[in-house]
């Protein structure tokens, strides 16, 4: 079993930027698949942006060249950091981890709003 507890959301003024931090529990967290999600009110949850086990990353068209997804190993940790933030970019934020059997664990969510 893998928890996830999600941290660094906020309101932030368009143009600004945050940085969410996701620590997870368990073992095995290199082997794994991570990233973020986000819901927006009204819409389907959607990939925002992942990193797997060996590096490799994959963001969503929107937020290309905006937003960053690094991963710590050592400490059980993915972070986005979002730059350059749009008023769409407002939505629940969540952290995912996708095991080698393709379980998927989800943290509880972080609420991002950016005002215009």
């Known amino acids: 079993q893998v928890q996830l507890v999600e941290s660094g959301g906020g309101l932030v003024q368009a143009g600004g930027s945050l940085r969410l931090s996701c620590v997870a529990s368990?073992?095995?967290?290199?082997?794994?698949?991570v990233g973020w999600y986000r819901q927006a009110p009204g819409n389907e949850r959607e990939l925002v942006a992942a990193?797997?086990?060996?590096?490799?990353?994959n963001y969503a068209d929107s937020v290309k060249g905006r937003f960053t997804i690094s991963r710590d190993n050592a400490k059980n940790t993915v972070n986005l950091q979002m730059n350059s933030l749009k008023p769409e970019d407002t939505a629940v934020y969540y952290c995912?981890?996708?095991?080698?059997?393709?379980?998927?664990?989800w943290g509880q969510g972080t609420q991002v709003t950016v005002s215009s």
């Open positions: 368990g073992s095995f967290f290199s082997l794994n698949t």
């Open positions: 990193i797997t086990s060996g590096g490799s990353t």
């Open positions: 995912n981890v996708r095991n080698v059997y393709h379980t998927n664990y």
